[in-house]
Structure formats: C-alpha cells, structure tokens
C-alpha cells in the first residue's frame, strides 16, 4: 500500500489580494502514470541535427536519441469531484464554513471545479512556481526521498453534467519538473 493512497495537489497562487497555498485532496481519482521518452532531435532543420551531423556525416535518417534520464515522468488523474464533503480540504482552509474563490471544502462540485481552475489559473505552476504533488511513495514516510513533487499542470478539464448531480469528472496531467525559484533568487541575490 502507498503511503498516500490518493493524489494531494499543492498549488501556491495570489487569491483576493492574498498568497494562498490551496490543498485539493484528491480522494476519488485514478492515476495513471510513465515515463515519456522520445528523441533528442527529431526535426531535420534543427540547428543542434545539423551541428551533430557534421561531426557524423550525413546520416540523417538515423534517430538521435540520449538516455541521461531526461524523460518526462507524469502521472495522470482522473478526479471525480463530490457535492458530499467527501473530497477533503479544497483551498486554503478545511474549515466547511468557508467559502470563498480560495477555498470551497464544503462547497458543490460547481463550486470546487472553479476553485482549483481559480488556483491553476493564477498560480500559473510552471519550474518558477511549480505544484507540488503527494501521492505513492512521494509523501510523508513514503519510500522516496521526497516529500513531494514538483509539477506543473496539463490539460485541466471538466464539465458539469446535469444529469449527474452530485459529481464533476475532471481529467489533470501533472508532469514533474525543476523548481528554479530558489536558483534564481540566488542568481538575483549574487547578481
């Protein structure tokens, strides 16, 4: 058994004048996840083909591939947001009285769909401000090193159907990346 069983997504961002970190706990969702992988060139007006050609002739139609584990590792979710409060925190807060554009623990599944969007929307998670997702073995006494990932977010969607009233199916890639925050505060600090 993981030592996080469902998908916690962390994601900072500004809401209403304020920093917020908002916790979406992803109780109902299947993840799928790999590795992607693929060539180091694969466009034959690259600059970098045609630097690596000169130094090996002209084969151009072999592949160019590297493996220095620059592969992409994601993790899919597909989420099912509930009306029923069974979803845990959602926002900055699990407190059930608050609802807000930061926070709707308690709220509806409309409510809850427009908050996380809220949250991807203007935390713009990318390596200068990544996500950071706990799931499996990256979490808290999980058997990774990590406490966490860093993530940035693909193709967040979702859609209320009205004949399903009590849940929004909602479809994420988190795929795991560099925080360079740190990198550049420094850069900036010694700069």
Not at 43 to 62: P, R, T, V, Y
Not at 99 to 128: H, I
Request: hydrophobic share 30%; aromatic share 6%.
């Amino acid at each position: 058994m993981p030592a996080q069983e469902y998908p916690i997504l962390q994601i900072e961002a500004e809401i209403e004048g304020a920093q917020r970190t908002g916790r979406f706990e992803m109780r109902k969702a299947e993840v799928q996840g790999g590795i992607r992988t693929g060539p180091l060139v694969d466009n034959g007006f690259s600059q970098a083909l045609a630097a690596i050609s000169e130094i090996i002739g002209e084969q151009q139609l072999d592949g160019i591939t590297v493996n220095n584990g620059a592969g992409q590792r994601y993790w899919e979710l597909d989420v099912e947001i509930r009306d029923d409060g069974d979803d845990g925190q959602w926002g900055y807060t699990a407190d059930e009285s608050v609802l807000d554009s930061g926070s709707a623990t308690a709220g509806d599944r409309y409510q809850k769909k427009q908050v996380l969007l809220n949250y991807l929307e203007k935390g713009e998670p990318d390596s200068m401000t990544p996500a950071r997702l706990i799931y499996g073995g990256y979490a808290p006494d999980g058997i990774m090193p990590e406490d966490y990932v860093n993530v940035y977010i693909e193709d967040p969607q979702g859609s209320v159907d009205r004949d399903k009233s009590s849940t929004v199916p909602m479809s994420l890639t988190c795929i795991r990346t560099l925080d360079l925050s740190e990198a550049v505060s420094a850069t900036e600090r010694t700069g």
